[in-house]
């Protein structure tokens, strides 16, 4: 099945820097990478995807690249501000066994701190 | 607010009880995914139930099951409940049948086995 390694596991920025979030994943087939960010007592919520068709996606200061042959993918936030402080995480949709499904996987996260 | 709910928010029992935990999806959305969430492993796939159907398996132990009603509403079971069951419980819905579909997730059971 697929595996989704994320690093780092915690990041700290100063506010006004950028960060940086990388992913990588096992399964070849996969070709839906959505990053999703989780506020303390809150679920998940999604706050940018790409497809495997598409080499990088942004959205104000949010992007996303996608590399399928090194079979990684990042995400980069900047002007980092005090409420981009979360647990990022990051995954990957890919085929469940028996192939005839999808299913995402994600990596353990990414704790990320913005410090005034 | 997602659009989804989930209840209780806590839940403390003792190893062996069993427990239920509820999870109403979006209006309008036909999926239901069930995840666990705990420090060293992260969100973990457990079900997916589509219309009613179960449409994808994930880690999940013989000790649990869920089902998916007519009205939508999941519930996820666990029984023979062990120490290592403590986690935070996420239910998650979408539209379809789950490719490249976005989720919405509740805000979770936190299930404290003692």
């Known amino acids: 099945g697929e595996n989704v390694e994320q690093h780092p596991s915690t990041l700290s920025v100063q506010e006004g820097d950028s960060a940086v979030i990388k992913c990588t994943y096992s399964d070849s087939a996969s070709n839906y990478f959505p990053w999703y960010k989780q506020e303390l007592g809150k679920g998940p919520q999604l706050i940018i995807d790409i497809r495997s068709n598409v080499g990088e996606k942004k959205d104000q200061r949010i992007a996303v690249t996608l590399n399928k042959t090194a079979k990684h993918f990042s995400l980069h936030i900047t002007e980092t501000q005090p409420e981009d402080s979360a647990v990022y995480f990051c995954?990957?949709?890919?085929?469940?066994?028996?192939?005839?499904?999808?299913?995402?996987?994600f990596g353990k996260g990414t704790l990320l701190t913005v410090n005034p | 607010d997602s659009g989804v709910t989930q209840t209780p928010k806590h839940l403390i029992t003792a190893t062996g009880q069993r427990v239920t935990l509820r999870c109403s999806p979006r209006?309008?959305?036909?999926?239901v995914y069930w995840y666990q969430q705990s420090l060293d492993q992260g969100l973990q796939f457990l079900i997916q139930y589509y219309n009613g159907e179960e449409r994808a398996k994930g880690n999940i132990l013989e000790r649990f099951s869920a089902q998916q009603f007519p009205d939508l509403h999941s519930e996820l079971n666990l029984s023979s409940l062990e120490l290592g069951d403590s986690a935070l419980y996420f239910c998650?819905?979408?539209?379809?049948?789950?490719?490249?579909?976005?989720?919405?997730f509740g805000s979770g059971t936190q299930l404290s086995v003692l």
């Open positions: 995954a990957a949709s890919g085929p469940s066994s028996g192939g005839s499904n999808y299913k995402l996987t």
């Open positions: 209006s309008g959305d036909l999926s």
């Open positions: 998650a819905s979408s539209v379809g049948r789950g490719l490249r579909e976005k989720l919405f």
